[in-house]
């Protein structure tokens, strides 16, 4: 067994309509115990989206007051909404050696990779290709056209970014996609902070 | 599907005595096709080791020679012995899309962290103490003291290297740790090196 036991970092990222979502439901119970970070955004609950489930939903003012506190690891704006990652359930939870899945975009991906990169381990999910996208966009049937657009206009942003992704799950059959996804959690528990490895290699020599 | 279908590399280093031969060895039918780089070595075959299955059992001249014609992706001395990785049939394995394994040490793991970087994903593999390499290593029978005292002597060293390497198995439990080589195998097949993600990115784009 690990005498330490901190926990590390999963990050999945990946333009809207990939699977993302879908992947995380196949998988969760079969990786074991985990943290999933949920979100705090200013954007409005989809239908069917609950708080505290979906998102923590904030408004605008308690969203802004929350960065000058220091209360987020990361956050972005993206299509004119805030999103952002609560520091203090993700420490609490590290603290107790799990693993933590955060489902964040690939700013936030940049910025926690400067914070604590050396916990972190990531994946990248993406259809097999741009039409591919569009087509799942369109047939979920949950955004009208301006949205899609959007969606579509950052893929192609998201998508340069594939190389600063430890792996790499092209989600064309999902049951494949499952496969890797949990063999990449599994990994990710594996991945030892720098104190921790430190701390490890203290107790071997010493016989703990 | 993967437009590239060129392959990724894992590296798996620990102590001898860790356990790495066996964790391959139970792994190697649940892992998919994959090719196990056979190291080249100028030390003397222990008893019941073939030529071209655990090494290629060559003199010093011959090792010598292919050194300086560039034979080698990497090669390093230990205990007095030279070990190296021929670099041509581990590129014919990449090129067909195949995941190679290596079995080498930390000088090795670093020299080809340089080379391939951005194809490698690592696992370091010990037991959970000292104390505990020195049990298996005299139970295993296969070596005199002075042999042992030098392994033990490396692992103090080579367990240094640990926070340079990707993942960490602690051999306890053996199907534990089989389950975690299981998942850090599959994982590595989803690493796509920077020119095999750029070409992805171009084909994601223009829908192959």
């Known amino acids: ?3 330490s036991s901190f ?3 999963l990050i999945i990222s990946g333009p809207s309509g990939a699977g993302k979502s879908s992947l995380i439901k196949a998988a969760k119970d079969r990786i074991g115990d985990f943290y999933f970070s949920i979100s705090t955004t200013t954007r409005p609950p989809r239908e069917g989206e609950k708080d505290g489930v979906d998102y923590f939903f904030v408004d605008r003012e308690t969203f802004e007051a929350d960065i000058k506190a220091g209360e987020f690891l990361e956050y972005a704006q993206v299509h004119g909404n805030y999103y952002g990652t609560s520091l203090k ?3 609490e939870a590290l603290e107790e050696g799990k ?3 955060f489902d964040i975009d690939v700013q936030g991906h940049a910025i926690a990779r400067e914070r604590m990169g050396d916990l972190i381990t990531s994946v990248f999910v993406t259809t097999p290709s741009l039409q591919e996208l569009e087509r799942r966009l369109h047939g979920r049937g949950t955004d009208d056209e301006s949205i899609i657009k959007k969606r579509i206009d950052n893929a192609l942003v998201e998508i340069e970014y594939i190389t600063a992704y430890d792996f790499l799950i092209v989600n064309d ?3 494949d996609a499952v496969d890797s996804f949990i063999a990449v959690a599994k990994a990710a528990r594996l ?4 104190k921790q ?3 490890f290699i203290n107790e071997w020599r010493n016989g703990k």
Chains 1, 2 share one sequence.
């Not at 991945?191 to 720098?194: A, L, N």
Request: positive net charge.
């Open 197 to 199: 490895a430190l701390h």
């Open 89 to 91: 359930p993700v420490r």
């Open 7 to 9: 926990g590390s970092v």
């Open 173 to 175: 059959n999902f049951e």
């Open 191 to 194: 991945k030892k902070g720098r």
């Open 99 to 101: 693993l933590v899945i």
């Open 1 to 3: 067994m690990m005498p």
